[in-house]
C-alpha cells in the first residue's frame, strides 16, 4: 500500500498517475498502475508474509535499519503528500533546505 489509510493511498496514486502521464508513459499502463494499486494488493505485498513480524520488529528496535528505511523513502515524502507523524523526529522537518 501507499501510505497509511485509504485516503492518503489515493491522494498519492493519484499524484503519481499524474506524474506518469506527465513523463509520457502509456495510458493503459498507467490505468493498470492505478486500478491495482488502489485495490490494495500488488502482487508483491507482503502483509500476510510471516517474516513481515520480524521485519516490524526490527524497525521498530533498530535504530540503524530504521535511519536506513528513513533514508531509502526520503524523496516519497517530498514528493507525496505523505503525514510525517511516524517519522523519527529529524526526518519530520525540513532540515535537508538550504538557508
Known amino acids: 500500500m501507499i501510505g497509511s489509510d485509504f485516503e492518503e493511498r489515493k491522494s498519492s496514486i493519484s499524484h503519481l498517475t499524474n506524474i506518469l502521464r506527465r513523463q509520457g508513459i502509456n495510458e493503459s499502463l498507467v490505468e493498470k498502475i492505478q486500478q491495482d494499486s488502489l485495490v490494495g494488493e500488488t502482487p508483491h505485498s507482503t502483509h500476510t508474509s510471516p517474516r513481515r513480524v520480524e521485519a516490524e520488529r526490527q ?4 535504530p540503524f535499519i530504521r535511519d ?27 532540515f535537508w533546505t538550504i538557508p
Open 59 to 62: 524497525v521498530r528496535e533498530d
Open 68 to 94: 536506513l528505511l528513513h533514508k531509502i523513502y526520503f524523496f516519497d515524502y517530498l514528493i507525496f503528500p505523505f503525514k510525517r507523524d511516524a517519522l523519527d523526529e529529524k526526518y519530520r522537518t525540513n
